[in-house]
């Protein structure tokens, strides 16, 4: 395969669906309804981040505890607004159609929600295989590297041969750090202190390369 990738690792959301926009509104949502200030750096702080952390934040701002069942209130909000209209990144089924290798998707939302936004957006019959990892079932959130190398182990592919597509700052850190070809969507260039990576600004241009 040119470029030595044998694979490719997908994030999930905000990489393949649209999804970042849906979970900043609802995080949104329960900080105003906590008293927390919001700020303007708030979506790149947030995008791809651990959700207990965000939680933590959010309580720290707001200097008290959020409702215990603050991730199962988080999770029907968010699940709600999927069914309701979640779109597919653009260029999404053409890519995946194109692609000859093998793929899997690691996040760090619960293989569950993989599974619903892929559904919703009929992008899941393109991982026949379910090869679906999530930071919950390697107990390590991005930037950590862990699930990008259990999606390595779980497609057979050393982790030097795969290549990851991803648009978070924790992302991009975490598959640099997995020692992996690491493909950022990124057309805000958002990452400009960051190295070790190949910026693009659509999928469509991952086709030069997969």
Not at 37 to 47: G, K, L, S, T
Not at 133 to 151: C, E, G, H, Q, R
Not at 176 to 190: E, H, K
């Amino acid at each position: 395969m040119s470029h030595g990738i044998d694979a490719v690792i997908f994030d999930h959301d905000g990489t393949l669906v649209d999804s970042e926009g849906i979970t900043l509104m609802v995080v949104a949502g329960i900080a105003t309804e906590a008293g927390a200030e919001i700020y303007p750096d708030d979506p790149d702080r947030f995008v791809g981040a651990d959700l207990h952390v965000v939680f933590e934040e959010i309580e720290r701002r707001s200097g008290k505890p959020l409702p215990d069942d603050i991730m199962e209130q988080f999770r029907a909000r968010q699940t709600e607004m999927i069914r309701d209209g979640l779109q597919e990144v653009d260029g999404a089924t053409a890519l995946l159609a194109s692609l000859t290798i093998p793929r899997a998707a690691a996040s760090n939302a619960p293989v569950a929600k993989m599974e619903l936004c892929l559904g919703a957006t009929d992008l899941l019959r393109f991982f026949p295989d379910g090869h679906f990892l999530s930071a919950y079932d390697v107990n390590a959130w991005k930037p950590d590297p862990a699930v990008f190398l259990a999606a390595a182990e779980v497609l057979g592919v050393d982790p030097t041969r795969c290549a990851v597509v991803e648009d978070s700052r924790p992302g991009v850190e975490g598959a640099i750090a997995a020692g992996m070809q690491v493909f950022a969507l990124d057309p805000g260039n958002r990452f400009t202190d960051l190295s070790g990576f190949t910026r693009i600004s659509k999928l469509a241009e991952l086709s030069e390369y997969l």
